[in-house]
């Protein structure tokens, strides 16, 4: 079977002429800078773009030229939806066994502000959302020293057991790893991590989140986050999950000690993973790929992308999961141990996303993660090639420990708001992008989905 007979294709490689009809009912862009135009004619035509032709993205002036190509491929794949989702956050304990000098989130057992939640805790709060209207539980933590493995699968089986309507989508890599160390099963490595991701799985964990990545550079790693798990790492722990049929999240932190060059390489590994994930998956249902490992991951509208769709998650076919969304975080310094860096711009907080859309062509969803960016710069990201504005969260600490209060949150009323008056059609989405009637607290997913 080839790509071009397959009628079911989760995504195809290289199916140009179909992004061509796309592309060609959009305006074309005008650039200020020359250096812009053979990269717009190679987004248009579909072609992936090289670390080289990131980096004149990266420098270039035109910062709003990248932005309009990022929003040629935004629409080409999702039209003019934003999604957005009801969620909570639990950070069940802010202890953690390392310190790093990033981090305003992190506390010693004793020290002031020190907390953990029982499993009883965290199933209440559970409740409450559910009861809310939530469809996603978000739950981080520290890495405690002295919890021991039963407390996170009891954690997620109680939830499971009392909220059954929740996705839990749970423990970043990091996290993870500190698992498979306290399982005692550390010594059995690759094995060992997705014999640990299966427990969690069966104990009713859905998806990751994609916490934790920072940025994929040795350098900075040591420099800024020394302690935690490399890149390699980070990246095996994702591609565990997605073996055992957990979709994952991707994030890269900027704005630190990382420079440009290092956030084009992050972007290339992820890709790269991606494409391998997708060809594995690609193989088990007997497509056979050409040689080229570029690929394009079609999730528009249906009318533009009928046969060349992911299936959506539960149906048959799609044993494997794969990184779902793309999510650049700003480096917030405050409260850091980097207080004396300036942190980011506006300006390379709207570049990088784009840059991120443009080059993670594989990855269906960009997001504008409006907690890290505030929800004005998440409505204007979503002319630069976000999608996705995440949840109305309700508490989250991990950045804002330090600063006047802890408690984000926002209404779905106000992410409404932010995707129309930018001119999008709002749409509420489960944890796996499907589409969600609701009705106040209660919701369901739709018989129909139109959009991935
Ligand atoms: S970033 Fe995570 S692992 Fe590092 S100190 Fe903070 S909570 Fe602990």
């Known amino acids: 079977m080839s790509w071009s007979s397959q009628m079911t294709v989760p995504f195809c490689l290289q199916c140009l002429s179909m992004i061509n009809d796309v592309a060609n009912t959009v305006a074309p862009i005008r650039f200020f800078d020359p250096a812009l135009q053979a990269i717009g004619e190679k987004v248009i035509e579909g072609s992936r773009l090289s670390l080289e032709e990131g980096a004149v993205l990266y420098e270039t002036r035109d910062v709003h030229g990248v932005c309009r190509l990022a929003d040629l491929v935004r629409r080409r794949m999702h039209g003019r939806v934003a999604y957005y989702n009801v969620n909570r956050h639990i950070n069940y304990s802010n202890i953690c066994a390392l310190s790093c000098s990033f981090c305003a989130f992190h506390r010693k057992k004793d020290q002031d502000g020190a907390y953990e939640m029982s499993v009883e805790q965290v199933t209440q709060e559970a409740i409450k959302a559910e ?3 939530a469809t996603e539980l978000h739950i981080v933590g520290g890495l405690h020293p002295w919890l021991d493995f039963s407390y996170y699968t009891s954690m997620l089986s109680s939830i499971r057991e009392a909220a059954p309507s929740l996705h839990l989508k749970s423990f970043t890599a990091v996290e993870i790893v500190h698992l498979q160390r ?7 490595g690759y094995e060992g991590m997705k014999s640990v991701l299966r427990d969690l799985r069966d104990a009713g964990l859905g998806s990751l989140p994609g916490g934790g990545a920072e940025v ?4 900075a790693h040591d420099t800024a986050f020394k302690g935690k798990i490399r890149g390699d790492q980070w990246l095996d722990v994702h591609r565990a999950a997605h073996e055992v049929g957990l979709n994952t999240n991707a994030t890269m932190l900027y704005g630190h000690v990382e420079g440009r060059p ?3 390489v992050h972007m290339d590994l ?5 494409d391998v994930t997708l060809q594995n998956w690609a193989a088990t249902q007997g497509i056979s790929t050409p040689g080229s490992p570029e690929q394009v991951t079609l999730t528009g509208p249906a009318e533009s992308y009928p046969n060349h769709r992911l299936p959506m998650p539960g149906q048959a076919g799609l044993e494997t999961g794969y990184f779902q969304t793309i999510i650049p975080l700003p480096f917030f310094p405050d409260g850091s141990g980097l207080e004396q860096l ?3 711009s506006g300006l390379e907080n709207l570049r990088t996303l784009a840059i991120a859309r443009l080059m993670l062509d594989n990855i269906p969803h960009a997001k504008a993660f409006w907690i890290m960016q505030t929800l004005g710069m998440a409505q204007l990201m979503l002319d630069a090639g976000a999608n996705d504005l995440d949840g109305t969260v309700v508490w989250y600490d991990i950045t804002h ?3 006047a209060t802890t408690h984000q949150e926002t209404t779905t009323n106000d992410l409404r708001r932010a995707a129309e008056e930018a001119g999008y059609e709002a749409v509420e989405r489960d944890t796996l992008y499907r589409r969600v009637n609701r009705n106040g607290s209660k919701w369901s997913l739709a018989p ?3 959009l991935r």
Do not use: M, N
């Open 342 to 344: 300036p942190g980011p």
């Open 131 to 133: 009861e809310a209207g």
């Open 270 to 274: 992820l890709r790269k993973q991606q």
């Open 448 to 450: 129909e989905v139109a």
């Open 401 to 403: 420990l330090e600063g």
């Open 216 to 219: 994929f550079d040795d350098r």
């Open 262 to 264: 290092e956030r084009l």
């Open 182 to 188: 306290i399982s005692k099963r550390g010594k059995e």
